[in-house]
């Protein structure tokens, strides 16, 4: 996230319009109305945004079709990429290798993403990552050999209501429908982080801010921010009771976090202590 952010927003009649805001200029540009739900991420040069949407075939109602469109925040233009005849899990990019990965039912779709003034690896751009994470909406897989092997990891067996992949592409963290948090390195058995939802990696270090629940028994009261390492030892970073601050996210500066407020359309920029970042405790050290 640098110069524009990406967000959802929930239109009057119920379906959600993926929009663009421009961060200096607060400029704010409409991507896309049709279906979203939680797939659209950011390219790695930071200027086009990658999404799928899902439509329900005119000629024949019963079936459903993927569509991975890319939006250009300089042209203001939508591209399409591919279309897939299925429902589609979550779009997922591997920051090793740049290639875009969707599940459907009976296969797993790759595309290599290119752009200009790449500076991958030669190895990074000419062949295929082995390994890497796949997301969809009822849990989270660990793939191997360039998908001969395919696991899906343990959690509560509720969908998966989001997720965040580290910058190394090692690590993925997410959320359940039901507010529990896990974080798996390279397939292993998932931790339990804790209860909340939406986590959002740093982009250098193993640290995790997200949406903290406070509980109640087994009822989550409301929500503040919270800042948490891969073993779940971490700490509140906002301590209030009348609203809910949600989809945190880091800032490209490192130590600041933007997020919102349930049920509102404002966006807030919180800087965060130096200490809470670069404590041993709390870092990317083991």
Do not use: C
Request: charged share 20%.
């Amino acid at each position: 996230m640098g110069r524009y952010l990406s967000f959802k927003e929930e239109s009057p009649n119920g379906t959600s319009i993926l929009k663009m805001v421009e961060i200096q200029t607060r400029n704010i540009f409409n991507i896309s109305d049709e279906q979203v739900g939680q797939s659209f991420l950011w390219a790695p040069h930071g200027y086009r945004i990658l999404y799928r949407i899902q439509k329900i075939q005119a000629s024949a109602p019963e079936k459903t079709v993927s569509i991975i469109k890319v939006y250009d925040a300089v042209l203001h233009k939508n591209i399409v990429l591919k279309t897939i005849p299925s429902k589609t899990g979550f779009l997922n990019l591997n920051s090793r290798d740049l290639r875009l990965r969707i599940m459907a039912p009976k296969k797993i779709f790759v595309h290599k993403i290119t752009y200009p003034g790449s500076r991958l690896a030669m190895w990074q751009s000419s062949q295929e990552s082995s390994e890497a994470w796949l997301a969809n909406q009822n849990g989270i897989i660990w793939i191997k050999n360039r998908g001969l092997k395919i696991k899906k990891l343990p959690d509560d067996n509720s969908p998966v209501d989001s997720f965040s992949v580290s910058p190394d592409g090692a690590t993925i963290a997410w959320g359940t429908k039901l507010g529990k948090i896990y974080t798996s390195n390279q397939g292993s058995d998932p931790v339990f982080i804790g209860y909340g939802k939406h986590p959002s990696f740093h982009p250098k270090q193993k640290l995790l801010v997200y949406s903290g629940a406070r509980m109640v028994g087994n009822v989550a009261v409301h929500f503040d921010l919270r800042i948490s390492n891969l073993k779940g030892q971490g700490r509140w970073l906002t301590h209030t009771q009348h609203s809910d601050e949600i989809w945190p996210i880091w800032h490209r500066k490192k130590t600041m976090i933007l997020f919102t407020i349930d049920n509102t359309s404002d966006l807030f920029l919180r800087s965060i202590k130096h200490e809470h970042i670069n404590s041993k405790k709390y870092s990317y050290l083991k």
